[in-house]
């Protein structure tokens, strides 16, 4: 009898499991019912403690890798810690709002507060609220940037 029971949990348990990659894991079923241009507009949902936390992504100025922790930047000045790498944020964004500067910095096109060309034909970029450093754009996607 105790066998039988431990069967169904396991059973239950491999449920769950599908279930969960089903609806969460992005690419895994598409899921047809689901408008992810909309979604990617509007709000970006990031992992905490004890679940998912949503962010719009309006108050996003930009994201950034600062000690191999990510951290996300409001205009407010409100700051998240994410344990989701850059890329992984960077496919869920959109890309008409937000740009991969570099390695390290996602910028929203709204924190831009200028630019300047550096020697090398790469950019420095300002960006509100304030960086301690420049954010630096590449020769190569200093076009794509302007």
Known sequence: MSSLLVLICIMINLLHIVLYYIHKVPGWIKN??????????????????????????????????????????????????????????????DHALFFRANRTHIISRLAVEGYERVTDRSLSVKVLPKTKENISVSRLKATLFI
Do not use: M, W
């Not at 408008?35 to 309006?58: F, M, R, V």
């Not at 191999?68 to 790498?85: E, L, M, P, S, W």
């Open 32 to 93: 047809e019912t689901r408008n992810s241009k909309t979604d990617l507009a509007d709000h970006l949902y990031i992992p905490d403690g004890k679940g998912e936390k949503k962010l719009a992504t309006k108050t996003i100025a930009y994201i950034f890798i600062d000690t191999k922790t990510t951290y996300i930047q409001h205009y407010n000045g409100d700051r998240n810690v994410c344990f989701v790498a850059l890329d992984h944020l960077y496919e869920k964004l």
